[in-house]
């Protein structure tokens, strides 16, 4: 299996920044896209950011474009998301996502989303 394990969560007023890492460990892993998803209370979960395995392009939803950067560092198997400009509509819990095949005794398993178990953003007025 692989586990995904974030980081960086917390408190923080409106235009502060943070910087949540999530680190990824386990099987050996083929990555084809690492990404970030976000749960406000009470909504669904919702797309915030990817990268491609190999480090490019990026994607990001609209209401994050400009402030929200996303990273990966492949020597330590982690992948980033920095924010900037924080707005309270930014809380909310944020989950680390990756997509590929993991390395299993009899080869390459199937293409697979890994999911952590999320990190809480809170976005003071």
């Not at 920044?17 to 050996?28: E, F, M, P, V, W």
């Not at 509509?89 to 997509?99: G, H």
Request: aromatic share 10%; charged share 15%; proline share 4%.
């Amino acid at each position: 299996q692989v586990q995904l394990v974030e980081s960086g969560g917390g408190l923080v007023q409106t235009g502060g920044s943070l910087r949540l890492s999530c680190a990824a460990s386990g099987r050996t892993f083929s990555t084809n896209l690492l990404g970030w998803f976000r749960q406000a209370p009470g909504k669904e979960r919702e797309f915030v950011a990817v990268i491609h395995g190999s480090g490019q392009p990026t994607w990001y939803t609209d209401s994050v474009r400009g402030r929200f950067t996303i990273s990966r560092d492949n020597a330590r198997n982690t992948v980033y998301l920095q924010m900037n400009s924080l707005k309270p509509e930014d809380t909310a819990i944020y989950y680390c996502n990756a997509n590929g095949q993991a390395l299993g005794p009899t080869g390459w398993g199937p293409t697979t989303d890994y999911w952590g178990q999320g990190t809480q953003v809170t976005v003071s007025a």
